[in-house]
């Protein structure tokens, strides 16, 4: 196939990439936007210019979890779009193999992939880890209900045991938002208990900031409090950070340094495999609409066929997802974990492809 033909196939899979990309972009921003003001607009920190800079932090994470849709979307609509205007039929006359003008397809979808774990990714974390921050600022230093639900941390110091818990993170976990700290004596009985607006983990210690000690019948309010701990960044940031909210580019290095504590960090491990196998992910999506939008569109059975495409890359989407639980808990090793489903969908997609084309 000729370099002006694979162009031009190329060029309309992008535009229709583009278009539709931008129009979820924006059905999501109208969304988040108004079930942000839903949530706070009783605050008496709300104000609609907040609100809007909130929705679009958010959108790019949210449009992250939308990228393999956009991908099987864009590749039906090319496909159902060339064979509607016999395009396709064109070219098969001129001797074009069905392989040949899906490459520059498959290409246009690999670049895409490249772009969203590239370009995207980075944006989404940085911003969702704005917007949270922003959030908190409304509501006055406290978090959202239900959102960002925190484990709790036991440490161990000469001080006793001291359990750790807070409603919201910030700072991929070395900021906490509505802290508690229960400590103990050494027969398990309660001795304390510190509430903090903020905690921050500096080297060897708690910075807590506002907090709230009951003694007696008085409450006494400090800042610039302390307690000590052995916790390093980095088991925090395993255990409590959003593996979502960290750059592609910053993964490896977390990875590095959580297991050479000791830590499996899993779940960053099964976010870095992910995000790699993501751009096969996308042309996994391709050849499998490809199954579902060559058919000659005379031949009838177009919408039940799409209908099919649409439902196995649903099914495709969920299994990724199913598997990727397991890789996080670590049940099965991240990296097998991220690229067996790509590995199946595009066995599947070859080998149906095979069969209609090639017999």
């Known amino acids: 196939m000729g370099f002006t033909l694979g162009r031009y196939f190329l060029s309309r899979y992008l535009s229709i990439t583009f ?121 006055s230093g406290v978090a959202s209900p239900g959102n960002n639900v925190i484990p709790w941390i036991r440490q161990t110091t000469s001080e006793g045991d001291t359990i750790v818990g807070a409603q919201a993170t910030l700072d991929e976990g070395l900021t906490l938002v509505n802290a508690s700290f229960f400590q103990f004596a050494d027969n398990g009985d309660l001795t304390r208990r510190i509430d903090a607006e903020r905690a921050y983990l500096r080297d060897g210690y708690w910075e807590l900031q506002g907090i709230r000690q009951q003694r007696g019948a008085t409450e006494i309010v400090e800042n610039g409090f302390q307690i000590k701990t052995n916790l390093r960044p980095e088991f925090v940031q395993e255990r409590l950070a959003q593996p979502e909210t960290i750059p592609f580019y910053e993964l490896p290095g977390k990875i590095e340094i959580a297991r050479s504590f000791g830590l499996q960090a899993n779940a960053f491990a099964m976010q870095f495999h992910s995000l790699v196998a993501q751009p096969m992910l996308l042309v996994a999506m391709t050849l499998i609409a490809a199954t579902v939008s060559m058919r000659f569109v005379r031949m009838g059975q177009s919408a039940v066929m799409i209908l099919g495409g649409i439902v196995a890359g649903f099914l495709l989407y969920v299994i990724s997802v199913l598997v990727q639980a397991f890789g996080t808990a670590g049940f099965v090793p991240p990296a097998i974990a991220a690229w067996v489903p790509v590995a199946i969908a595009m066995f599947f997609g070859v080998t149906f492809l095979l069969h209609k084309e090639d017999g």
């Open 19 to 139: 278009w539709m990309f931008l129009g979820i972009f924006a059905l999501v921003f109208i969304v988040t936007f108004t079930e942000f003001s839903s949530r706070t607009s009783g605050l008496a920190n709300y104000n609609v210019q907040d609100a809007l800079t909130v929705s679009i932090l958010r959108v790019p994470m949210i449009m992250l979890q939308t990228v393999p849709f956009v991908g099987l979307f864009s590749a039906m609509g090319t496909l159902v779009s060339l064979n509607r205007k016999y395009e396709l039929v064109v070219a098969r006359a001129a001797g074009i193999s069905a392989w040949q003008f899906l490459l520059p397809i498959c290409l246009g979808a690999l670049l895409f992939g490249i772009a969203s774990v590239g370009i995207l990714n980075p944006i989404a974390a940085s911003g969702f880890a704005r917007a949270e921050a922003i959030e908190v600022e409304l509501r």
